[in-house]
Each structure stands twice: as structure tokens, then as C-alpha cells.
């Protein structure tokens, strides 16, 4: 079932398709909401209360967005009205680790060194830039899906990743002259 056959059975009370709607999405929301939260309880908190508003209001849903745009929209929302709650708006966002599968040693070592420096240069990055550096290129989510998320003009995320990819290439090659 593509994701809008899974909204329309949900809008109808069915629970399997929500079920497999959360296996689908359960992950990419929670790392999304980890990576901008920097806490593993709210992230869940906010898989939980995304999934429940899904629930709830699948019937609502228009179709003008992708359903992983909707998805993603919603969990941006029940964090940032978590982090009201809580008293602070912060966004952070990270790559998440990845296991390096590479048999020799050597390679290992350098792909951790590489790994930590990419690393180091997406830390560097204003929140938003890593913000919109995130959905582009690990959720692969368009341009006008990333700015009906983060709520700001198309243009607005354009040039928030240009800036990132400019401020990533100039700390990279830094790297590599050390």
C-alpha cells in the first residue's frame, strides 16, 4: 500500500494500516526529532505524539503534501510544543552515526577520522542549515517539502542550504590541509 492508501485506511479506523504506517515512518521521525532535540525521551515523546495525531486526524489529511511531508511537519510542531513547555526553543540537528562496514583496519581508522570531521563541520553549521541539510539529503525531501516543515519560503531553504554546502566545503578542505 503506498502512504496514501495507508492515511485513507487509517481515516477509517484501520489499525493495521497505522501499524504499518509506524513501522514505515517510526524511525525517520524519531531521528529526526532526536537529531533537533538532542534528548532521546522527548524525541520519543514526539514519535508517540505524531503517530496519535495521525491517528486522530488522518481523515483531515488533503493530500496537497507528500504524507512523509505531512509526517514531518507534524513531529516539527509537537517539538517545538514541547520545547515551549519546557521553557526553551532550541533546534539542533546531527547526522546520525552510521556502522562502518569496511573489513581492513586502516580503512576503518580513516573513515572514523573522516566520519568525525564531517562530523565536526555539520556541528558548525547554524541550526537551520542543519536543519535543511538533513531532510534534502537523509530524508530526501524536496525543497518546497522542507519549507512547508520548517514553515519559511522556498527561497529561504534554498539559500539555507547553499550556505551550508559553501560553509561544509570550506570546512572540509580546511580538514584536509591540517
Known amino acids: 500500500m503506498d502512504d496514501k492508501d495507508l492515511i485513507s485506511s487509517i481515516a477509517a479506523g484501520d489499525k493495521g494500516a497505522m501499524r504499518d504506517l509506524y513501522n514505515r515512518y517510526n524511525d525517520a521521525v524519531y531521528g529526526f526529532a532526536v537529531a533537533r532535540c538532542r534528548n532521546e525521551e522527548l524525541a520519543s515523546d514526539c514519535v508517540h505524539d505524531t503517530m496519535l495525531d495521525v491517528w486522530r486526524t488522518a481523515s ?8 512523509k511531508t505531512w509526517l514531518f511537519a507534524i513531529a516539527r510542531n509537537k517539538l517545538v510544543d514541547a520545547l515551549r513547555k519546557r521553557g526553551r526553543l532550541s533546534f ?3 547526522v546520525p552515526e552510521s556502522a562502518d562496514t569496511a573489513p581492513d583496519p586502516e580503512a576503518a581508522v580513516i573513515a572514523a577520522s573522516e566520519k568525525q570531521r564531517l562530523h565536526r563541520c555539520l556541528n558548525g553549521l547554524k541550526d537551520v542549515q542543519q536543519s535543511a541539510i538533513r531532510l534534502a539529503f537523509l530524508e530526501d525531501l524536496t525543497y518546497p517539502e522542507i519549507a512547508e516543515i520548517e514553515a519559511v519560503p522556498v527561497g529561504t531553504i534554498k539559500t539555507r542550504i547553499f550556505h551550508a554546502k559553501q560553509a561544509l566545503m570550506r570546512c572540509l578542505t580546511a580538514g584536509m590541509r591540517r
Open 92 to 94: 539542533v540537528d546531527e
Open 60 to 67: 483531515r489529511f488533503s493530500g496537497r503534501s507528500s504524507v
